[in-house]
């Protein structure tokens, strides 16, 4: 490893940010081929309905209707989109508003939406429930055979249990127990690209254009569901507008597409409007949580037991997890997650899956007690918190308490904190903080690297890009192992003929993952160019070393010889390929953050104006302070959204959701996002590339609690149920003192 | 959408001539921001689409200090918003403007299209109706989620709230509209121009189908001062959750009358006479606005989920009275 970083490190703007800026970046949705079809998907209006009858002879005799697929003739299972349940392309019963009932090839788009309003669709209502406890309670309606709770990762009827201590004997020994209930909605990931396949059929050989996070993981699932052998799949994705989770793997829509294009010969689009976006596919999953907490006098922590609820949708497609209790240093801790089925839009990934609503949940409550004891929020997480896994196992690297002190002084903590409501007058300030982490795994995935007889380099990787400048970072690591400038290096990727196997953009793991690969292959390069050098000088291969575009012998560092003149009798240049699994040892490996929020309530109107944002965090080395920033600002961004605005909301008496839509469920806009201070506390964390950590996902998770605590500490009001909306502060507001002490 | 068949004349008396004499079968193209929408989702499914954009006699932004202001129906937000003498003039209008949607919705929308758009109930926009009733006739606004609806005006079967942003600005400066049809042309004050239907078939204003909405006139407003306050979930892109439209007819420091109109809170721009009542003759201060805040909605009667609306429409005539007092955009 280079001593002084060169391309690490560097503020570097993204490598296709013009493209993507210009309009000449080529989405999916970009795509055209000649004789391409457009098809459209028809959707169940109930939230649970059995099908009697489907006639589509209407609609087939449309002139420019090419082929119609619905449960009678297609029986393709989705096996991504449901780890408990054969989820097929159409199911009966449907179980959401929005479940896919048909889906048509047309001519054009029009024609196709036409034909949906010629297909006769018959169906018996069935009742329906969407809320999480409810569809638990004995007579609740049988979403799937055997009942509404889901089944844990060993296939039982139990919740997902996570134990060490005894809480019991926890709460015995505390001086004061508390117990609190926190509640998060369904948010969708409102990513800007709608989801969209083109899929085209050349014989046996399968190409689908995907809005996928994925590509080998996309040709992995359809080569599956399809029953085709992986050469036959190929699975482009040059670049993508966007995922935050909900474009993982491939999607009913990828196989719709390609199921369409076999039955018609033709290639077939599908695209999806906003709203189906909205409903058809996923979002976080909901959860209600119950918490009780037992503490000794002086603060310490001797018991946390929480029981959660989250709301599936009808199909298992994520973990339904409820992160957060972690983060605190405690002897006896119990947390049973319940996930559970209900006729609500399914839930699965979206950034950080399980943290910000148990990180709300469990910062909230910590910041009660520390309010009840009397003790400063940040001295109570400064005493509490864990600097260990389970109080146990050592981190690979640790920066979370810098994370918290410098972020407290970066706002100001210890001048703006005061108790809560201090400020007279309808106007009040306060300040709020929380604390957060992200798994850093680590895991498999490669990389190939070829190194041209003029010096440049090709990086081919697998991965796609969604947003997090992923083909940038691919590229700076080339540069920098190789010690070459980053402008001599390119990036091609998002496409399975041309890319070894990545891991795919989720669990903010590219940088880890395929960036090592990315490294060791580069090694691998320099031990080429070493050896063909020796080879040519008759001397042993460790006399010669590498260093930034030319190798030399150990003993003569000043006769350097380029990488041009080793290669010069080999057009080709140099392949090297490297497919990684580094293993951790006794450590566990976490990206942590802290955020810490100063806002205004106006208590006449509920209006939350925030001044001043915060966000500390520790992802290890930072390998581009630009785009590094952009994740954490984003992150900050739908944290704000998902704390203040954001709800699918359904009407309880049809089961349908009611404000699908950017509008509608009031997704932030830019002018909602306060500029947001981002300090970084770099860990040289021993495992990652460089050093490097996580970044992706870290950004959502303290965010939501933080602002829920600054309200708290203007207002004394304690909103325990997200969003925080105008009607939740001024239904609340008759308890707030117009009269505090300061002026 | 389905197919429709496109018309794009010239002349006001095409347009109406276009036009079929009942509800449905055909609709009005201005800026499209809500036309296109409500097709998209099967909401409104004509027959033949009339654009009117090229018809001249409905462009057009002209002020005179001896008439006023006169707005063409396809006059854009984007226009209002930059025009210098309705910025001094009409402060509650260019306020109301300025909070709609985000500058490319202000530059396609138009001051017609803001008038005549259609309630954003989300039961409506669902596919419910208008009237949101249920299989039973039951109204699914009373017993569902009702969160965003009228607190005012809401004795049903109408529920939903009026959306427009420009109404209760213009409404408080006492604008007027001129409506076109076959036979010619009417006057009518805007307040008069919207109605709470009764029934499925009826529309929200008083437009007859094969009539166009011409032009808004605004009269002076030299003596005038205005504000209006709007109350917000975003910043952008949102229909507010309230809205205030205050013009006050000041003599000195002493109102001698004033107008009142609130937004987003019935079916219809809803006047505030008993706010109007407690400003007339009086000096404004902090007192007397909040005073005036609380008539406004003496009326109200929330309906289960909404009664925070309530107290959001207190602060905002409240804090558009403070706000016209001091005067300036």
Known sequence: ?743 | MDAFEYASPTTKEQAVALLAGEWGSTELLAGGTDLLSLMKDYLVTPKRVVNIKSVQELKGLRYTAGSGLRLGALVTIAELVEHPQARKEYPALIQAAEGIASPQIRSLGTVGGDLCQRPRCWYFRNGFGLLAKDEQGGSLVADGDNRYHAILGNSGPAYFVNPSSLAPALIALGAKVQLFGPGGARELSLDRFFVIPKTEQDREYALKPNEILLEVLVPPATKVRSATYEVRQKEALDWPLVAAAVALNLDGNKIRTARVVLGHVAPIPWKAPEAEKVLAGKTVTEDLAAEAGQAAVSQASPLSRNAYKVQLARVAVKRAVLQAAQGGV
């Not at chain 1, 969209?196 to 359809?222: H, K, Y």
């Not at chain 1, 400020?423 to 995935?445: H, N, P, T, W």
């Open chain 1, 1 to 743: 490893m280079a001593s002084e970083m060169r391309s690490i490190g560097k503020p570097t703007p993204r490598i296709d940010a013009r493209e993507r800026v210009t309009g000449q970046a080529r989405y999916t949705g970009d795509v055209q081929l000649p004789g391409m079809l457009y098809a459209r998907v028809l959707r169940s209006p109930y939230p649970h309905a059995r099908i009697v009858r489907i006639d589509v002879s209407k609609a087939k005799a449309m002139p420019g209707v090419h082929a119609i697929l619905t449960k009678e003739n297609c029986r393709i299972q989705w096996s991504s989109g449901d780890s408990r349940n054969k989820r097929l392309l159409f199911n009966d019963p449907v179980r959401f508003v929005g479940d896919a009932v048909a889906a048509v090839a047309a001519s054009d788009r029009h024609t196709a939406e036409e034909a949906l309003q010629q297909i006769v669709m018959e169906y018996e209502e069935l009742p329906f429930v969407l809320d999480m406890e409810q569809a638990l309670a004995p007579g609740a309606p049988e979403i799937h055979p055997g009942g509404n709770l889901s089944p844990n990762n060993e296939g039982e009827r139990a919740p997902e249990t996570d134990q060490r201590g005894d809480v019991e004997r926890g709460f015995a020994e505390a001086d004061q127990v508390f117990e609190d209930v926190y509640i998060s909605k369904h948010h969708n990931n409102a990513q800007m690209e709608p989801r969209v396949s083109v899929a085209q059929w050349e014989g046996s050989r399968l190409t689908v254009w995907a809005s996928t996070q994925g590509i080998s993981n996309c040709r992995r699932d359809l080569a599956k569901d399809l029953g085709l052998p992986l050469n036959q799949v190929r699975v482009i994705c040059q670049y993508m507008g966007g995922g935050f989770g909900n474009k993982n793997q491939c999607h009913d829509f990828d196989l719709m597409a390609s199921a369409l294009a076999k039955e018609t010969g033709r290639p077939v689009k599908l695209e999806f409007t906003r709203a189906e976006d909205f409903v058809a596919v996923h979002g976080r999953w909901p959860t209600k949580q119950y918490y009780k907490v037992g503490v000794k006098k002086d603060g310490s922590l001797t018991a946390i037991r929480m029981k959660a609820y989250s709301g599936m949708g009808p199909y298992r497609k994520g973990s339904g997890g409820v992160a957060g209790a972690q983060l605190y240093r405690c002897p006896n801790v119990k947390t049973e997650v319940y996930p559970v089925y209900t006729n609500m839009a399914v839930s699965a990934n979206y950034r950080a899956p399980s943290y910000p609503q148990g990180v709300f949940g469990i910062e909230s409550l910590m910041d009660h007690i520390a309010h009840t004891l009397g003790i400063n929020p940040l001295d109570f997480r400064l005493k509490n918190m864990t600097e260990k896994y389970h109080d146990e196992v050592p981190y690979s690297s640790y920066g979370l308490r810098d994370c918290v002190t410098r972020g407290a002084e970066a706002l100001g903590w210890r001048q703006k904190w005061h108790p809560p409501a201090s400020d007279r007058g309808a106007q009040k300030q306060g300040v709020g903080m929380a604390m957060g982490y992200f798994g850093a795994g680590l895991g498999m995935s490669s990389a190939v690297l070829k190194l041209n007889p003029d010096g440049s380099l090709q990086v081919h990787v697998a991965v796609t890009d969604i947003g997090t400048a992923a083909k940038t970072t691919m590229g700076l690591l080339g540069a920098e192992a190789m010690e070459i400038p980053f402008e001599r290096v390119s990036v091609l990727s998002g496409d399975t003929d041309r890319a070894p196997y990545s891991v795919g953009e989720s669990g903010s793991r590219t940088t880890n993952y395929t960036g090592y690969a990315v490294v060791t292959a580069a090694e691998d390069l320099k031990r080429q160019l070493r050896e063909l050098a020796a080879q040519s000088w008759s001397v042993a291969a460790d006399a010669v070393q590498y260093s930034q575009g030319a190798v030399y012998m150990q003993d003569r560092p000043d006769r350097r010889t380029a990488i041009a003149e080793i290669l010069k009798g080999n057009p080709d240049g140099l392949i090297a390929q490297a497919t990684t699994d580094p293993k951790l040892k006794g450590v566990s490996r976490n990206s942590f953050a802290a955020h810490f929020v100063e806002l205004e309530v106006d208590t006449e109107t509920g209006d939350i104006r925030i001044l001043k944002y915060v966000a500390a965090h520790d992802s290890g080395r930072i390998l581009n302070p630009l785009t590094a920033g952009s994740q954490v600002k984003g992150g900050v961004a739908q944290g704000v959204s998902m704390a203040l605005r954001e709800e699918l909301l359904y009407d309880q008496m049809t089961g349908i959701p009611l404000n699908p839509g950017y509008y509608g469920a009031r997704i932030v806009t830019h002018g909602d996002v306060p500029d947001v201070e981002v300090i970084f506390v770099e860990t040289a964390d021993p495992y990652g590339p460089y050093g490097a950590k996580s970044v992706g996902e870290p950004p959502i998770v303290p965010s939501v609690a933080a602002i829920a605590n600054a309200v708290f500490n203007a207002t004394g009001i304690r909103i325990k149920e997200l969003p925080i909306t105008r009607s939740k502060i001024l239904d609340a507001a008759p308890g707030v003192r117009l009269e505090g002490g300061r002026a």
